[in-house]
């Protein structure tokens, strides 16, 4: 006789309990670090980045890779994560708060999407809830959500889950919603280059779930916007990479990936030791590596289990698990980036797992019948582990001696840890502590002009001029083109009254920033010091043109023509 197996599934009034206890409790696991500052790329992207504070610049959001950063060669091109930040400037100006706050509405907004979404595909209640739930509460979102850098990725997250809704209720292309998900599609994309994979997933779903006109759906409109995109990003960015290949190949480049893929499978089914800097990352650079076979033995694994599963009819179980891998590709380095792994890289393939993840256990629950308890049980002890995990993680997030503290703790041969935590103790003049550790970075790597740079400043300022020079010298043999070096030489040249030499170093650093204003006030005034007052007053003209309103240039200019004139 057949034994009918009931599905898993408490009633609907309970469903929308749990649904606003999902969100709710988002809301308090995350609620800590909304009072959290702008910390590390922050800097760059936000808090020194004038493109963000005026609405006339927005068009060149879309035209310049220049409004991205205040400084750095970000080769990226996310223009929509940029109108957002102007919309949080607008709002809130320059308090963290506010930034925060859209960072953790947006990820509500993509947890509830993503129940959605499942409901769509599965057309069972439960599922979607401890889909959800795993999503939400989950600690390896952290990054994403607790990090206001994050924003691209929870924006083309709610993009992307948007349109793969939308398609999924209007497979026909006469359909609005087909069309819907063709512009969220568009949005996606214009908000970071993860969203490619989504004409992938709908392929995949396709498959998966068949239905009788299916030939009445074109993929044409999706195309055509990643073409569309890829032009813009060629022109903006200027190139394809962002760097060269870890490891200096393609193959080094993939066979890291392998590894790579299987560390984000242990930080989603084990999520410790959390880190915001996997600088260390080793990368692999051949396949006998039993790092690389191990990983290459459990990809082979997983894609095995997800052709079985669609050959047994379990289709979202499969899918689940192409998700995962399928969304990994755009940060997989087979087109080089300047990171290895992120736990952000993991925001939208991780709902892959946590979709499988839910399917696997409402499958259990059902055929447990009466032992259901179990599976709640158990879903609730899951919950209030990684809800807690998250809390503890959010703490992190908080403080940026933390902040940069965990990752030193957790990545000892992290150099640019140490660095960082050493900028922010002399930051807050706490000398002796940042001079240790800049040396405990250059102990792990002693070619790092940055940290000889700061450091010279830090002797500079304690009147050390011969440690200065030293350390100076040092940072200009590993970056020559550095201005900014130049520029702190010739002043110690200055100083010592060698003024042949200050000028020399002036005039490096001007070579290499014609623009730089320190650099041709003090060469003026060194010209001065000479009575070379022709070439003096020279050098502050050049100034006034690019600080028109620099009244001591103008002064200056004044007295080198009368000093010239009296002969």
């Given at each position: 006789m057949r034994i009918l197996i009931k599905p898993f599934a408490p009633p609907s009034f309970k469903i929308n309990l749990l649904f606003l206890f999902v969100i709710l409790g988002t809301f308090y696991i995350y609620s800590g670090v909304l009072t959290g500052p702008f910390i590390w790329d922050d800097e760059h992207f936000v808090l020194r980045n004038p493109s963000i504070r005026s609405i006339e610049k927005l068009p060149e959001y879309f035209t310049s890779k220049e409004t991205y950063a205040m400084e750095g060669d970000f080769a990226i091109y996310r223009p929509l994560r940029n109108v957002s930040y102007l919309i949080d400037y607008i709002l809130f100006g320059l308090n963290p708060l506010g930034f925060h706050a859209v960072n953790l509405l947006l990820h509500i907004q993509n947890i509830v999407l993503m129940a959605y979404l499942v409901k769509l595909m599965t057309g069972r209640n439960f599922i979607p809830i401890v889909a959800a739930t795993l999503f939400a509460f989950h600690p390896v979102q952290t990054e994403a959500v607790s990090w206001i850098k994050g924003r691209d990725d929870l924006i083309c997250t709610f993009f992307y889950l948007a349109s793969l809704a939308l398609y999924i209720k209007g497979r026909d292309k006469k359909s609005y919603l087909y069309w819907g998900s063709v512009i969220s599609f568009a949005l996606a994309l214009f908000s970071k280059e993860a969203a490619l994979t989504l004409p992938l997933i709908i392929?995949?779903?396709?498959?998966?779930?068949?239905?009788?006109?299916?030939?009445?759906?074109?993929?044409?409109?999706?195309?055509?916007?990643?073409?569309?995109?890829?032009?813009?990003?060629?022109?903006?960015?200027?190139?394809?990479?962002?760097?060269?290949?870890?490891?200096?190949?393609?193959?080094?480049?993939?066979?890291?990936n392998w590894t790579g893929m299987v560390y984000y499978l242990k930080l989603l089914f084990f999520p410790v030791n959390l880190c915001a800097d996997y600088l260390m990352f080793p990368v692999r650079t051949t396949l006998f590596d039993p790092y690389v076979l191990g990983a290459l033995f459990i990809i082979v694994l997983f894609l095995g289990i997800a052709v079985l599963s669609f050959i047994k009819g379990r289709r979202m179980l499969s899918l689940s698990i192409f998700w995962f891998f399928i969304a990994l590709l755009p940060v997989s380095n087979m087109v080089p980036i300047q990171i290895i792994i992120a736990e952000r890289f993991l925001y939208l393939p991780s709902i892959g797992?946590?979709?499988?993840?839910?399917?696997?256990?409402?499958?259990?629950?059902?055929?447990?019948?009466?032992?259901?308890?179990?599976?709640?049980?158990?879903?609730?002890?899951?919950?209030?582990?990684?809800?807690?995990?998250?809390?503890?993680?959010?703490?992190?997030?908080?403080?940026?001696?933390?902040?940069?503290?965990?990752?030193?703790?957790?990545?000892?041969?992290?150099?640019?840890?140490?660095?960082?935590?050493?900028?922010?103790?002399?930051?807050?003049?706490?000398?002796?502590?940042?001079?240790?550790?800049?040396?405990?970075?250059?102990m792990m790597e002693y070619h790092s002009p940055e940290t000889h740079y700061q450091l010279g400043r830090i002797y500079r300022g304690e009147g050390d001029e011969e440690k200065a020079l030293?350390?100076?010298?040092?940072?200009?043999?590993?970056?020559?083109?550095?201005?900014?070096?130049?520029?702190?030489?010739?002043?110690?040249?200055?100083?010592?009254?060698?003024?042949?030499?200050?000028?020399?170093?002036?005039?490096?650093?001007?070579?290499?920033?014609?623009?730089?204003?320190?650099?041709?006030?003090?060469?003026?005034?060194?010209?001065?010091?000479?009575?070379?007052?022709?070439?003096?007053?020279?050098?502050?003209?050049?100034?006034?043109?690019?600080?028109?309103?620099?009244?001591?240039?103008?002064?200056?200019?004044?007295?080198?023509?009368?000093?010239?004139?009296?002969?």
């Open positions: 392929l995949l779903y396709n498959l998966h779930f068949p239905k009788k006109d299916d030939t009445k759906t074109s993929y044409h409109p999706y195309m055509y916007i990643i073409l569309l995109y890829l032009l813009f990003r060629t022109i903006v960015v200027g190139r394809v990479g962002q760097t060269d290949y870890w490891g200096g190949s393609f193959i080094s480049a993939f066979y890291t797992i946590f979709i499988g993840s839910a399917v696997f256990l409402c499958d259990l629950g059902d055929r447990l019948q009466k032992r259901q308890w179990i599976i709640v049980f158990l879903l609730s002890v899951i919950a209030i582990f990684l809800a807690s995990m998250t809390v503890d993680r959010n703490h992190v997030w908080t403080d940026e001696h933390l902040f940069w503290s965990d990752v030193a703790t957790k990545s000892p041969g992290n150099t640019r840890a140490w660095h960082n935590l050493a900028s922010k103790y002399q930051n807050e003049g706490n000398i002796p502590e940042a001079i240790s550790l800049y040396q405990k970075a250059l030293s350390e100076f010298y040092a940072a200009l043999k590993d970056d020559p083109e550095n201005s900014d070096i130049n520029y702190e030489i010739g002043n110690l040249m200055s100083k010592k009254g060698w003024y042949s030499d200050a000028i020399f170093q002036y005039k490096k650093a001007l070579e290499s920033n014609p623009d730089h204003e320190d650099a041709l006030y003090d060469l003026g005034i060194v010209y001065m010091k000479q009575k070379d007052y022709g070439l003096a007053a020279m050098q502050f003209k050049k100034l006034l043109i690019i600080v028109p309103e620099n009244k001591m240039a103008v002064g200056f200019i004044e007295y080198c023509e009368r000093m010239e004139r009296e002969g």
